[in-house]
């Protein structure tokens, strides 16, 4: 589905616009996430052999195009991709239908200034607008600074999945699980 381009204005005072990816950002999107890879441990997407070649990367960017309720977002500074977003289903399937998640990256230098909030809070709206009731997540237990985000954002922990991911040297990384639901008379029983 593709998300109507906006404007907004960060925290830290500058200008950024967000919109849907699109084919011709296959490029930016390969070269956000090497760089992201080298930013970060919390990164939820691998720099594959994939993701380096252009046709997949387009690819990728065409399942959220034309998926009526999944969204790849970009946040544009300028000329510089400064973040990346997903809201994604658990599947089309009648029981996981009402479930989501949204899969975020804001490149280091943007980070605390306000761009994560904000583009976590569009595509909260965009959910409940497709007709999502709950919103999940998952968070590296280590990983404070979006852990802390979730929970000002109104998620709340309801598990961990211990050994989650596995690392190249062998050590594991624990995942805290979170919800949100989006479905206010629910969201009143908390």
Known sequence: MLFEPAEYTSAAGFQYTVRSAAPEDAGAIAEFI???STETEFLPWEYVEGMRCMEYVRGYIDQFSSDPRR???TAWKGEDLIAL???TNFGNEKPVGHRCIIVPGVRRAYWGTGVAKTLFEALISEAIRLGYEQVEGNVDCDNRRSYGLLHKLG?????ICPRHDKLEDGSYHDVCRVIKWLDPEVEKLR
């Open 71 to 73: 969204m790849a977002i």
């Open 155 to 159: 998620y709340m922990d309801y598990g």
């Open 85 to 87: 977003y997903e809201l």
């Open 34 to 36: 090497k760089v992201m």
